[in-house]
């Protein structure tokens, strides 16, 4: 993970009631990929994804994902391109809930006032 981003994102989010903690997604053949997820009430959302986005550019990224609940079970995940070369990745895929990686401990530095996760997704098991 790059730790300079992780400061950065705290730090343009430490006042502003948007949370931020490290996380990863997981995958068949034990994929693993470490990043951070963002998370704010949806009257901050704009301005979260535009600070979002300029840092992505900044550190190289070419797309970042947004996640929206869909229903209980449903998380639609937007990925977004930082980019306009990489318009084409743009997509939204419906993940759905899912046991728990083998390695998850269950901790999380996350603020419960603002969202709790509870469930974990994958995508493609909806039809």
């Known amino acids: 993970m790059n730790s300079k981003l992780y400061t950065e994102l705290k730090t343009l989010f430490s006042q502003t009631g ?3 903690t490290s996380s990863y997604g997981f995958g068949e053949g034990g994929w693993r990929e470490d990043g951070y997820v963002v ?7 704009t301005e979260a994804e535009k600070i979002v986005l300029n840092l ?8 970042v994902y947004k996640y929206t609940l ?5 998380l639609v995940r937007h990925t977004i391109p ?8 743009r997509v939204e895929v419906d993940m ?5 990686p083998e390695d998850w401990t269950g901790n ?3 603020p419960k006032n603002i969202w709790h996760p509870t469930l974990f997704y ?3 098991c909806i039809s």
Request: glycine share 8%; with cysteine; aromatic share 10%.
């Open 18 to 20: 948007i949370a931020v």
């Open 39 to 45: 998370s704010c009430k949806r009257d901050r959302e």
């Open 56 to 63: 992505a550019r900044k550190y190289g990224q070419g797309a």
């Open 70 to 74: 869909k229903s209980d079970t449903v």
């Open 82 to 89: 930082a980019f306009e070369s990489f318009d084409d990745t």
């Open 96 to 100: 759905c809930a899912v046991e728990p």
């Open 108 to 110: 999380l530095d996350w």
């Open 122 to 124: 994958e995508t493609g």
